[in-house]
């Protein structure tokens, strides 16, 4: 226990030394003025379609500040070899993950969680969906789907989520469609439908058969999405080095396509279409 908490506090130190560096780096590199720093708020940035982003490299993309930072790191770091090398940065990397993924999603909203959702780029609701379909939405959030689903001519659609704050603002800007403050878990929240939508939904729950059971009988179609444990390939190396691997910490658990796709058909599914992209998972399953 001794020796695991010294290295506990090893890490830390090094960790915070060496944010405390980058950040006196790219001050010292970039010379960011006040006047820098105006333009770097101000400046607007258009998201990428992701499947129309040209991803060939120039000469001028590969050398650049940052790759001579990250070979600084490494230089920082050698003298704690291998083991404690690694352990640092697993820890580096997932603060500066959740970091750029948290920005990225204040920054662009909605625009950035559809450009990483696996049922929006795998156009999982335009596949399996009729205009006549009563959709549930469940943990509906800010009802990112909605737009997908009145393209489709969905009228018939009920957004649950137990954040006053998630439903008061859909009302106002969704008032054509009916939302529900309440909690999806409860006996009698989800009516009977043709379709069930849980976007990362089970990845919160203690008991996600229990739920997925109780459902089963309610709809004619599920469609979820979850994280993609394994989109991440340092999440393995983390998980056996003890660093941080979740995506949140109040998720209960993390998937895989193995783990969905057990747990559906050990409640009773039969997986019908299966989508990654940008880290999550889409599926679609039907009750058998």
Known sequence: MAQMSAEGSVVESVLVTLIFLEILMLTQFRSISAQSLLFLYSS??????????????KQQDLVNIDFLLYRSLRLLLFPFGKYLSMKVSTHLHWIFRHLSIATSSHYFGVDFLNSR?????GQLLERHLNESDFVV????????YLPT???L?????????????????NVKLFPEV??????????GAVPHCDVVIASHFLEHLTEPDAFLT???????????????????????????LGSPWWTDRDHKREYSVESIEE??????????????AGGTIGVVAVPN
């Open 263 to 276: 747990l559906l058909e050990h409640c009773g599914y039969q997986v019908i279409e299966k989508c990654l």
């Open 117 to 121: 959702s696996a049922v929006i780029q």
């Open 178 to 187: 009916h939302f529900k403050l309440c909690n999806a878990l409860e006996q």
């Open 44 to 57: 607007p940035v258009n998201l990428r379609d992701p499947k129309k982003a040209d991803l060939s490299l």
């Open 214 to 240: 109780q459902i089963s009988d309610l709809c004619k179609k599920l469609v979820i999405e979850v994280p993609d444990f394994f989109a991440d390939p340092v999440n393995l190396v983390s998980l056996s």
């Open 149 to 151: 689903l009145k393209m």
């Open 137 to 144: 939405d469940v943990a509906c959030g800010s009802a990112r």
């Open 153 to 169: 001519g969905v009228k018939n659609y009920l957004g649950l989520d137990s954040s006053s704050d998630h439903i008061e603002r």
